[in-house]
């Protein structure tokens, strides 16, 4: 889900704690990026592939909390899935709720 974000360069300051340079991850720090940036999604392309990574991660944190009720899955591993899982319906919910917000800012604008 990060990945389909820091493609389209909203989150570039997450690549520079990853160890790359920030320079590089983004079109917007050099006019001559723009040329060699490979092609841009749609914003309902970003979203759909956010929303497809969010329900995996829910499906496979599902997943880890069968295998440990079955005593098959480590207990940290069930942790770490349902963390991730956790985090990726945050977001969701944070992103629904700018986007509920702006339209009903623009449903206010008179005309």
Request: charged residues 15%; without cysteine; proline residues 2%.
């Amino acid at each position: 889900m990060i990945d389909a974000i820091q493609s389209v360069g909203a989150f570039s300051t997450m690549k520079e704690a990853e160890g790359t340079s920030l320079i590089g991850s983004t079109a917007l720090s050099l006019p001559n990026a723009a040329a060699s940036a490979p092609q841009s999604q749609s914003f309902a392309e970003v979203l759909g592939n956010m929303t497809a990574d969010a329900i995996s991660s829910m499906k496979s944190a599902e997943g880890a909390s069968l295998h440990a009720i079955r005593g098959e899955a480590n207990t940290r591993e069930v942790v770490d899935a349902v963390m991730s899982a956790e985090q990726s319906l945050q977001t969701a919910i944070a992103i629904r709720d700018k986007v509920v917000t702006a339209y009903l800012e623009i449903a206010r604008m008179q005309i």
